[in-house]
């Protein structure tokens, strides 16, 4: 019996220093935000042009040349590695709903573009706020979590849109995001660089 309770007490005294030693975990490995934020890593490359340039392509599953892109091009890109194509998801929701997006006040279309609506951040805005998860927008960086979505606007007039992964900034108080604002595909320490404007969860 004595050796019994011994062993118990062993047990239990390992128990918990395994606890006190364990490191949270908050991104379950092989989640869907964990292959976001790996897709996002997956396409990093700043020889990309920024390019605006409105481009004909073909629907579904079209993207602009691969050598050019914009930071909408970014989420375009990532998720498509996870067979999720933003441009027909959100061409069939601007079919149904196309007065609640802001195309006819901001560019003046009345009718969807499989070529450019998608590739829009106010259009994702409000996708993403309708198809999947508004989240809260604070100046707590403990508050964005990986494979999520911040979108921020520029100098007060350029909407702008990156991932959130599951990398460190380098003093380990942010995780960084994935983007492209005009130095290529690139992964960088900038949440709160500008003004956020919007923060997201869309996917599985």
Known sequence: MKLFHLAAVLLTFFICT?????????????SFDEKLSNAALSIIDPTIAY???????????GDV??????????????????????QKEVHKEMLSNFK????????GMHKTDTNIDHRRVPNLEVFFGRK??????????N???????VTW??????????????????????LMIVHNVGR???????????????HFKYGK
């Open 100 to 107: 609640l997006y802001p195309n006819i006040k901001k560019w």
């Open 153 to 174: 606007m520029i100098n007060g007039k350029y909407p702008h849109i990156g991932i959130v992964t599951n990398k460190k900034s380098p003093d380990g108080k942010r």
């Open 65 to 86: 040349p691969k050598d050019k892109g914009v930071c909408t091009d970014v989420i375009i890109r990532a998720y498509r590695k996870l067979g999720i194509d933003l």
């Open 184 to 198: 290529g595909q690139v992964l960088e320490d900038c949440l709160f660089e500008w003004k956020i404007i919007g």
């Open 132 to 141: 999947g998860e508004r989240l809260v927008v604070t100046e707590n960086p």
């Open 143 to 149: 508050d964005y979590k990986t494979g999520e979505l």
């Open 51 to 61: 390019d605006p340039a409105y481009f004909s392509i073909k629907y579904p599953n």
């Open 18 to 30: 395994q606890k006190e030693r364990a490191i949270p975990i908050t991104v379950k490995p092989n």
